[in-house]
C-alpha cells in the first residue's frame, strides 16, 4: 500500500451543477414569490441542495440575491467598443433595457438594492465601473458619475419604479444629452 493519497474531489459545495441549480431555484422563486419572500431553506429545497451551502456561501438570503443579480448581468462580458463612443454608450443603455425588461432580472435587481441597504450593491458597482471605462475613453469629456447620473439612473429608476415604461426610455436623447455636457 502506497503512503501517497489521492487527494478526494468534492461532489457538493460550490461546483458548477449546483451553482447552476440554486440560481434557477433563486430567479423561479422571485419570479413567483417576490424576492422579499425568498429563504435560504426555501431556495435550498427547490434546487435540492443542503441549506448550510447556501449559508456557508452566502449568509443569508439577501446576500445571496444581490450576488445572483450581479451574475445575471455578467460584469466581465466586453463592453461596446465600436469607436464611436455615443452609439457605444446608447447601445450599452440599450442592453440594459433589454435585461431589465425580463421580470426576474428586474426583480433580482430590486432584491440585491434592498439587500445592499446602505451600502452599495454589487450590481451598482459593476454598473459604476462600467460608467467610468466609458468616462476614460479619449474624448469622453464627462465623469462616470456623469454616466451614471445621466444615463444610468434612468433606466434603473424606471426598472425598479416604472418598468412598463422601459420601451418608452429614449436613451439615445439620454447619451446625446449627455455628450452635450461635455466640459
Known sequence: MSGESTPRRRTGG???????????AVEELVAEQGSDAVTVPMVAERAG????????????????????????LDPDRPLPDTGDLAGDLTAWAQELITHYRSPVNAALLRGGAAAAGENESDCLRDRR????????RPGAGFSGN???????????YRVIFLPWTLPDLDVRSLVDDLCRSRT
Not at 441542495?49 to 445575471?72: K, Q
Not at 465601473?129 to 476614460?136: I, L, R
Open 146 to 156: 456623469d454616466v451614471v447620473n445621466r444615463v444610468l439612473a434612468p433606466v434603473i
Open 14 to 24: 460550490r461546483s458548477a451543477l449546483v451553482l447552476a441549480s440554486i440560481r434557477k
Open 49 to 72: 441542495v443542503n441549506h448550510s451551502s447556501i449559508y456557508r456561501r452566502w449568509g443569508d438570503a439577501r446576500t445571496m440575491i444581490n450576488d445572483l443579480a450581479t451574475y445575471r
Open 129 to 136: 465601473s462600467e460608467a467610468a471605462a466609458f468616462a476614460a
